[in-house]
């Protein structure tokens, strides 16, 4: 009996700990050596094609660069600050290599102020794009959203680099905040990136990683909450094609009571080694009781030859909750939502491009931005007619 | 004109235990004009029958013959069925998520008619459609069948129906799950439908009920994969007095 309880004691005291650790989220740090050179073996590097990465990890210095377009609506300020004042202003600390790297090679990093109370219909677009897969690029943002600010924020990705950064989106109480991260690159870019939310209280941030391109994009969206109340809504769509590696890393830390968090990632394949990788993971810590959150990742497998993995975990230290759930599915097409349309006269081809279309619409009205919609619908009817659609 | 022929056909699907025989020689003509209601009680083949017709995978020929005016469309692919005249409205009509109600009727429109509708005449025809079936308007912006109550679903086959304008209708149990007011909507509706010229359908029921909405000319009673008897309407009514007993306790 002795034992028993004094093993439960020393299990309250690691639940008490200001910082649990999540098994598939290492410890936060800045230092470089707290992030060795993975190997691949890592529960964290395993479905990743390090080869791939074309040497980003080695961390080479460069002062490469990706050109920028912007469009900012009157209010927002765009500005260059030091490593340290980023993180002075409540960034999240890397908990990656790549993450630290950014950091450490970057030489600063780029501060977009929203003030307090800012509202436009008008979105912020930041179009950033590359020359050539041999310019390596480390990159450091940090979103700055004040309080009650309403704020919709666009990042485009085209052209080719070997891009490694990190992004903090530090959101403030009561703040509204949609993103979309679209990933368009070219064929051979690789892209490591690290978008990490820290939510307000009382606000509620939508974030949308978009990936079509590139031979190699991992993304992590990582979310934590600096009170109660707060909202993140994690969407994502990816579409990988023949030799495409499309890897999606979604962490929400339920650090604060009655917080929320709803993730759905839908992708598709097509073409030979065609590869996704989404990997959900939400822990809800001992604090955090009265959170409600849910994590669903479908995957439609268009052709032979493609691989889907798929791991959705969720790490529970309290039972005191509204609901958490999650679900995972992968299929080929529904025999028989297809026999339904073609029993209208629909051919097969037609049939298929329905039920794929079917498939994204609903979330790309989830994402909300009215102005990128019919974009990412045309993207979706294009990379559908590489494939789907060709024999027509 | 349109005849719809079916001639000795013979069905399987494939179970853990091999392959096994549901329809055993099936044989009815529908012509234009006519409107035939085959009955049976669950399990005998009916619905089989119709997805045999429309073309699912899940269902293998193995003998007999169905021709639509004399073209063999057993050899035709599912849609190339469609297309040719057919039609079947689903006892489970199927969800499609993300996609319209309003870009599945224009897609299927298209598909049959072999180019697109007239966009002023299609929309009034659609909320026309939508109209008569007690369908709101807003019927239209929802995903296909999702969501759907189960008269909406019947109420929805029965406007594409109407939309549709095939030549043979096939109704699988169209009847089930509907309350009265809405068994009278989707009655009306084929009814409407079989006042149009040269039109041919096939019912196909478990119940009685639907028959005094819907006044067939021909009545079959379907057991054990096959037809155990034909009539007129009056044939019907005997079954609805007596039940299907005198066909399923016939000896061995």
């Known amino acids: ?392 | 004109m349109s005849t719809l022929e079916i001639k000795d056909l013979q069905v399987s699907v494939t179970t853990d235990d091999g392959p096994k025989e549901i329809l055993k020689g099936v044989t009815l003509t529908i012509s234009s004009g006519e409107t035939h209601a085959i009955m049976g009680p669950n399990g005998s083949g009916k619905s089989t029958l119709a997805y045999s017709i429309a073309g699912h995978p899940k269902y293998q020929i193995t003998g007999g013959s169905v021709t639509l005016d004399g073209e063999d469309i057993l050899e035709m692919s599912v849609d190339e069925r469609a297309r040719a005249g057919l039609f079947l409205a689903m006892q489970y009509p199927v969800e499609v998520p993300g996609v319209s109600v309003a870009n599945f009727l224009r897609t299927a429109k298209t598909a049959i008619d072999g180019e697109a509708p007239k966009l002023r005449t299609w929309v009034k025809d659609v909320n026309g459609a939508m109209e008569r079936m007690s369908l709101d308007a807003s019927f239209s912006q929802r995903s296909v069948n999702e969501g759907f109550s189960g008269g909406e679903k019947k109420r929805h086959e029965i406007a594409q129906l109407d939309l549709l304008d095939p030549n043979v209708a096939i109704l699988d149990e169209t009847d089930s799950g509907l309350d009265i007011d809405a068994l009278k909507v989707v009655s009306d509706g084929v009814n409407r439908f079989r006042e149009r010229e040269n039109k041919a359908v096939l019912l196909i029921t478990h119940y009685t009920r639907i028959l005094r909405y819907i006044q067939p000319d021909h009545v079959h009673v379907f057991v054990d994969g096959r037809v155990a008897e034909s009539g007129g309407p009056a044939l019907a009514e005997e079954l609805e007095a007596n039940g299907y007993e005198k066909y399923v306790l016939a000896p061995r």
């Open chain 1, 1 to 392: 009996m002795t034992v028993t309880e004094a093993s439960r004691e020393s299990v309250a005291a690691v639940l008490e700990q200001d910082r649990v650790e999540s098994h598939l989220n290492p410890p936060p740090s800045y230092d470089l050596t707290d992030h060795p050179v993975p190997t691949g073996r890592e529960e964290v590097w395993r479905f990743t094609p390090i080869k791939r990465l074309r040497g980003i990890l080695d961390g080479e210095s460069s002062a490469d660069a990706l050109t920028w377009q912007t469009e900012v609506p009157e209010g927002i300020t765009i500005s260059t600050i030091t490593a340290e004042e980023a993180r002075d202003l409540g960034e999240l600390p890397p908990n990656e290599r790549p993450a630290a790297l950014a950091v450490a090679n970057a030489g600063g990093a780029t501060l977009v102020d929203v003030p307090a109370e800012f509202a436009s219909d008008e979105p912020l677009v930041l179009r950033l794009s590359g020359d050539s897969v041999d310019d390596l690029v480390w990159g450091h943002l940090v979103f700055r959203v004040g309080n009650h600010a309403e704020v919709t924020i666009v990042l485009v990705h085209t052209g080719s680099a070997r891009y490694c950064t990190t992004t903090s989106y530090v959101v403030g109480d009561g703040a509204q905040v949609r993103i979309l991260s679209l990933q368009d690159w070219e064929d051979d870019a690789v892209h490591l990136g690290r978008d990490s939310i820290r939510v307000g209280r009382d606000a509620n941030v939508r974030h949308a990683a978009v990936t079509f391109g590139g031979d190699l994009v991992r993304m992590h969206t990582n979310v934590e909450y600096d009170g109660p109340g707060g909202e993140a809504e994690l969407l994502g769509l990816y579409f990988a094609d023949e030799g495409q590696h499309i890897e999606h890393r979604l962490f929400a830390d339920h650090n604060a009571p009655k917080t929320k968090s709803n993730v759905v990632y839908k992708g598709a394949l097509q073409g030979e080694g065609a590869h996704t990788v989404w990997i959900g993971n939400v822990l809800i810590r001992k604090v955090a009781e009265g959170i409600e959150t849910y994590e669903e990742n479908r995957n439609l497998v268009l052709t032979d030859g493609c691989q889907a993995d798929s791991v959705p975990n969720l790490e529970i230290e309290t039972g005191e909750i509204e609901g958490a759930g999650h679900a995972s599915a992968t299929a080929r097409f529904d025999d028989e939502q297809l026999f339904y349309l073609r029993s209208r006269g629909v051919s097969e081809k037609e049939a298929q491009r329905l039920v794929v279309h079917g498939f994204f619409n609903d979330l790309i009205r989830k994402i909300d931005i009215p102005s990128v919609e019919e974009q990412l619908l045309a993207t979706v009817e294009a990379e559908l007619a590489k494939n789907v659609l060709k024999e027509i």
